[in-house]
């Protein structure tokens, strides 16, 4: 099974399966002299973590990082320094319930990746889903958690703004919220809404999908290159690589198809600094495939999780038509946990993008 790494210049593979004994991420590419600590490594995998509230699976992982390569000890015996090396990341499963999959070993979950693995490689991992379950965007978070340390100025932050047909009210926008309620959310009035939505869906055994945003701020102009080297097609590349990511859109996204030439047109003024200034951002901070220096803008849909209570019809290897009823712990709503991915994501592709401006233009942002 090949394509398991992404980027350019910040290159990162990612390895292991949902019931294996271990998963984890090679970031080959991180600049020398890059500077961090385990806590702040396990501060991003904490949010992806399992278990954490009701709303999300409740297999227990405590996704504890292992830094196996790449790094040197300072003095103070905590911060660690990239040495230009292949850094290799660990995470150990610990929480396996291999046999809540034993009904399905010859059953395609429909909606999964089941099928579609057997018929192009002759074998699939039952159990959890194996490479096709969210379990491996563990390792993608790690990376991403280096990523944000490469551009200096860079803040990448991310919520959930739609489960099922409830959207936040975006004139409630708050950002300190985002950490304080277990969906992300943006919108304090909202929650109350989703906690009784998702009761309902988690209670009846179903699933629902979401959508998230993710804003990074602090992206320098003129990153991305036209083309075929554009930054929003990377972005949109690596967040559509997310298990369940069925839509993406940068800036207005779809929504510009309502809007005319004078509403979409991003107007400047010249700054009292000496720096352009954007009158408005439905561009999503990318013109012609490179960053303007306003805040890069993406959203991404998720859909339901598939695997679900509910009994589905489907087929079965053998080509009997059968009924599957997936037991085991899943996610009602998947999105939810999708939104830390979403915020790495979109850093390792700037990341790659600001390491590939500098080594092209030589320019030091």
Known sequence: MSHNTFGHLFRVTTWGESHGPALGCVVDG??????FTLAEIQAWMDKRKPGQSRFVTQRREDDIVKVLSGVMLDADGETMISTGTPISMLIENTDQRSKDYGEIARRYRPGHADYTYDVKYGIRDYRGGGRSSARETAARVAAGALARKVVPSLNVRAALIQIGKHKIDRANWDWDQVGQNPFFCPDAAMVPVWEEYLDDIRK???????????????????????????????????????????????GDGFGVAELSGEEDADEMRMGNDGKPIFLSNHAGGILGGISTGEAVVARFAIKPTSSILTEQRSIDVDGNNVEVRTKGRHDPCVGIRAVPIGEAMVACAIADHYLRDRAQTGRNL
């Not at 690596?238 to 940068?250: D, Q, R």
């Open 204 to 250: 009846a055994g179903s699933s629902i999908g979401a959508v998230v945003e993710v804003i990074a701020e602090g992206v320098p102009a003129g990153l991305g290159a036209p083309v075929y080297g554009k930054l929003d097609q990377d972005i949109a590349s690596l967040l559509m690589s997310i298990n369940a990511v069925k839509g993406v859109e940068i």
């Open 30 to 35: 991180c600049p020398p002299g890059i500077r």
